[in-house]
């Protein structure tokens, strides 16, 4: 893909990250690079200031990827991005006497009509085809091991005191561990990144309604509102991509990103 290319590249994106009802630091981070094919989500954990510099690192390493040459270059960028970042990571942990610190990553790569969904940990990617939601991410989270195992059912899970605890993350091991599904894109495909601040407290269905035929800023703007409706208890990131098949006057160079803090918007 050259830079023609990406440039009218029919991506409509929408974003916004919010500090939510209760906390009083945002430690989510997004990378919003349309002209790349990268959009991401991460969201730090180990304590306000040292989450919020655990997302920030690993987005600054997925913001630095650049142009790829191909779908297998531009997943090759990313997984040197995670190594560093994970990197930089484990020696802030040592250099603070081991001190926790991680981040969640859930990362949507498109070139030319290959996408890939890779994660991370419990922020989450959905597609939207055809009028139907599919979650493409895996929660990494103990929870969900157990569902799995069937030890617990998919009700029991929400309810769990710890359906928080999570089993992967950016920076918590010397390797860190990603998993990928990928596949080909679709005309009016649209993907959801998200925090667990938003699915705390918002639906599957729910977010397949927002997003509906609303504008992709538009979609964020309404599943922010929603989540602070119901006391949105963590920080709440959003990013929704929508692909216009042969449509460039969809396209938006620069997308609408917002930045919020602890005000409604």
């Not at 989500?41 to 997302?55: I, Q, R």
């Not at 602070?228 to 969809?250: K, P, W």
Request: some cysteine; glycine content about 8%; proline content about 3%.
């Amino acid at each position: 893909m050259n830079d023609l290319s990406r440039a009218t590249a029919p991506f409509e994106t929408g974003a916004i990250s919010h500090v939510g009802r209760v906390r009083s630091a945002n430690e989510d981070n997004l990378v919003v690079r349309p002209e790349f094919g990268v959009w991401a989500v991460a969201d730090g954990m180990g304590g306000h200031e040292n989450g919020a510099l655990a997302s920030a690192t690993v987005a600054a390493a997925i913001e630095r990827i650049g142009a790829a040459q191909s779908a297998p270059d531009l997943l090759a960028r990313l997984e040197d991005g995670v190594l560093q970042a994970n990197a930089e990571l484990r020696q802030r942990i040592s250099d603070n006497g081991g001190a926790p610190m991680g981040s969640t990553l859930a990362v949507l790569l498109v070139h030319d009509r290959h996408f890939a969904c890779v994660w991370s940990g419990d922020s989450r990617i959905y597609l939207v085809r055809s009028g139907q939601i599919t979650q493409m991410s895996r929660d990494h989270t103990e929870v969900q091991d157990m569902v799995e195992r069937g030890v617990l059912t998919p009700d029991e899970a929400k309810r769990s005191p710890r359906r928080h605890v999570i089993t992967r993350a950016i920076g918590v091991h010397d390797t860190p561990e990603l998993d990928l599904d990928s596949g080909e894109i679709a005309g009016d495909d649209v993907f959801v990144l998200c925090s667990d601040g938003l699915t705390e407290h918002v639906q599957d269905d729910e977010i397949l309604l927002a997003v509906g035929e609303a504008g992709a800023q538009e979609a964020c703007d309404a599943l922010l509102a929603l989540t602070l409706q119901r006391g949105a208890r963590d920080n709440v990131t959003v990013i929704i991509v929508r692909y216009h098949e042969d449509d460039s006057r969809s396209t938006q160079w620069m997308p609408n990103m917002r930045m919020q803090g602890s005000d409604a918007p």
